[in-house]
């Protein structure tokens, strides 16, 4: 069957089965699969978290001829399951990546969750992925605002790189693609880019033939720039 990928965020109980069982819902994220021949919906995994939080879908990303997993990048207000993040995030954005497995009966399962978190009270987002060709790992990348600092984990991210400037910044991450201890994704590195004399804003990301990563954006900063007088 050829299949076709939807993935976006929606408020309400009806559009597939909550796994809190809320009584009161704010904005979940969703990944639907759609029968491509007929328009028909397959079937449809819910991304959420407590009640009257919010989970916002920004974009997916799949392996390059692999139609079995897929992964959604995007932001969320709450705490979500099976993450190790402590419950001060809830109330404000933090990033995510989920992964899902397209089963042989044509449902999805979600596979694991990870969450990303600005230091202290600052606030960040997911907004796009990207795998490498061999499969082994994904990149996953968004904004960080307001001076904020991502925060501090000794295992994957180098304190050289955890530099608020003020402004809005870019951070990226390459994670592997495997499951390890149960539901958690493996780091290899995640840093956070930016200039102190403005704002960051990344739009796209994508990975060459050599799998290493490109990534798109704006700035009204010096950001990477030597020539300070530029435009």
């Not at 559009?15 to 969703?30: E, L, V």
């Not at 009966?105 to 969450?115: F, G, I, N, R």
């Not at 390890?180 to 739009?203: C, F, I, M, P, T």
């Amino acid at each position: 069957t050829n299949t076709l990928v939807l993935v976006h965020s929606s408020v309400g109980e009806k559009f597939s089965d909550s796994f809190f069982n809320k009584d009161d819902y704010g904005w979940d994220g969703f990944v639907t699969l759609i029968d491509a021949d007929n328009g028909g919906t397959l079937h449809t995994l819910r991304i959420e978290s407590q009640r009257d939080r919010h989970e916002i879908v920004h974009g997916y990303c799949r392996q390059p001829g692999q139609e079995k997993v897929i992964f959604v990048v995007g932001s969320t207000t709450g705490q979500l399951q099976n993450t190790t993040v402590s419950d001060d995030v809830v109330g404000r954005k933090t990033a995510f990546l989920a992964r899902a497995s397209v089963n042989d009966s044509l449902t999805l399962t979600l596979d694991w969750y990870v969450q990303i978190t600005a230091a202290e009270e600052g606030e960040m987002v997911g907004l796009r992925c990207a795998v490498t060709n061999d499969g082994k790992h994904v990149y996953v990348g968004g904004d960080i605002y307001d001076g904020a600092v991502l925060h501090y984990h000794k295992d994957y991210v180098t304190s050289s790189f955890l530099q608020g400037n003020n402004g809005n910044d870019v951070w990226i991450g390459q994670l592997s693609t495997v499951k390890y201890k149960d539901r958690y994704a493996d780091w290899n590195w995640l840093v956070q880019l930016g200039s102190d004399d403005g704002d960051e804003h990344l739009a796209d990301m994508s990975v060459d033939s050599n799998n290493n990563l490109l990534i798109y954006g704006h700035t009204d900063g010096s950001f990477l720039r030597r020539n300070k007088k530029s435009n």
